[in-house]
């Protein structure tokens, strides 16, 4: 009986199972029915920014940096000894002049410390007494040597007529002759104390060599200055101003090179221009040219020193200030440019999209050349006047059909000289 019940359960088993996998088989296959389906290409036109490829005439630059400094600095030194009774005046403090032997005020030094001055401005002075005494002495003495001399001339005058008449020996009237040559002596030499004298006492005045700068005054009223010694001031030009800057050997062998082959020409032979700009400004406002080359290359560096000038009326350049220089690198050539924006990049390298036929976009490799300003110099891959898509790169590929909108800027416009420094 117990046999019987379980052979009965194991055919409903069985029975079960079956019409379950009956069922299953007939049931529609939902899961599949309900699959996402692959994404098809995006046939949305996409805009974007392009704006055409210029052809523009431009020059290849090289940039370094340097320091300006003053064509004349002039270390400004007592040339007489004395006590120093006037320097350069400290902010606007009055000043006071200089005294004669009664206390007479003679002059008054009218300058401030870092004061333009002009050539021949007043200084410094020094205590004139002693060397308006010295030059007193040395004239006085000068007169009465005049004085004796008249009367030796007179009497070997005399002397003409007496040894005439064999009044007198030869040796007599040689002894006059010789006194009237020792008095021409002397007075020669009295004039020469005479005139040194009036130049000690015009170093009394110290006075500006030059026009520029002055510095600040180095020795104080009262204090004992030596002659060619003691330094006063100083006064450094800026008008023009010199600019050094050092370049690295191989550009230097790169300049030769195109050199040689007629490319550009020698600084030795031809004013070469060249910009500056400084730590504040962009670009390259101020215009100057390559005032010297130096004969040799560092062997511990391996730069050669190069030096620029510039005109500086405006005085905005002043010795020891930090600059960028531009330097000419290339003769002028035909170039093409794009927009800096519209270059990417890859695994491949540098590319742009090109808006062809039908509005498609292409990628095409490029080689780049220098920056100019807010262009590039595309030296291989792209032609003037195909248009490149300068916004929404990220968003194209390949066979993307775009919709052209206005661009933000305008390409071909000539660029700002300070900024680019090759545009025509």
Wanted: hydrophobic share 35%.
């Amino acid at each position: 009986m117990e046999f019987t019940v379980c052979r009965v359960n194991l055919m409903d088993r069985a029975s079960l199972i079956t019409f379950a996998t009956v069922v299953l088989f007939l049931l529609p296959s939902g899961c599949q029915s309900q699959a996402p389906a692959s994404p098809k290409p995006s046939t949305a036109v996409i805009p974007v920014e392009v704006q055409p490829a210029t052809s523009r005439i431009v020059v290849d630059y090289r940039e370094y940096t340097g320091r300006t400094a003053a064509v004349n600095a002039v270390e400004i030194r007592a040339r007489v000894s004395g006590y120093l009774i006037q320097s350069p005046r400290s902010g606007r403090s009055a000043a006071s002049g200089s005294v004669d032997a009664d206390h007479n005020v003679l002059h008054a030094v009218q300058v401030d410390e870092g004061e333009a001055v002009k050539t021949g401005d007043l200084l410094a002075v020094i205590d004139p007494r002693p060397y308006e005494l010295a030059l007193r002495q040395s004239q006085g003495s000068l007169d009465a040597a005049d004085a004796r001399l008249r009367q030796a001339q007179q009497d070997l005058s005399r002397s003409d007529s007496l040894l005439d008449k064999k009044a007198i020996s030869q040796g007599e009237y040689d002894k006059a002759v010789a006194a009237v040559a020792e008095l021409q002596g002397q007075i020669e030499n009295l004039k020469a104390t005479v005139a040194r004298n009036k130049l000690d006492l015009e170093f009394t005045q110290v006075r500006s060599p030059i026009d520029g700068l002055l510095g600040r005054s180095l020795v104080t009223n009262g204090n004992l200055v030596n002659a060619d010694s003691t330094i006063l001031t100083t006064v450094v030009s800026i008008d023009p101003i010199y600019v050094d800057f050092n370049v690295d050997e191989q550009s230097v062998l790169d300049y030769r090179s195109r050199m040689l082959e007629g490319k550009v020409k020698s600084a030795r032979d031809t004013q070469i221009a060249i910009r500056l700009g400084l730590a504040n400004e962009a670009g390259y406002p101020h215009e100057g040219t390559i005032d010297f080359v130096n004969n040799r290359t560092d062997p511990d560096t391996g730069n050669t020193r190069i030096r620029g000038m510039f005109r500086n009326p405006s005085g905005i350049l002043s010795p020891g200030l930090f600059a960028r220089i531009q330097v000419p690198f290339t003769a002028e050539y035909q170039a093409t440019l794009i927009p800096t924006t519209a270059i990417g990049m890859d695994q491949q390298g540098r590319y742009v999209m090109v808006v062809g036929d039908g509005n498609k976009v292409a990628r095409r490799s490029i080689t780049p050349g220098e920056l100019k300003g807010n262009m590039t110099v595309i030296r291989k891959g792209l032609q003037p006047g195909e248009n490149v898509v300068t916004s929404g790169l990220q968003k194209i590929r390949p066979g993307s059909e775009v919709r052209i909108e206005t661009a933000t800027e305008e390409l071909g416009g000539p660029q700002k000289s300070a900024e680019t420094g090759d545009s025509k």
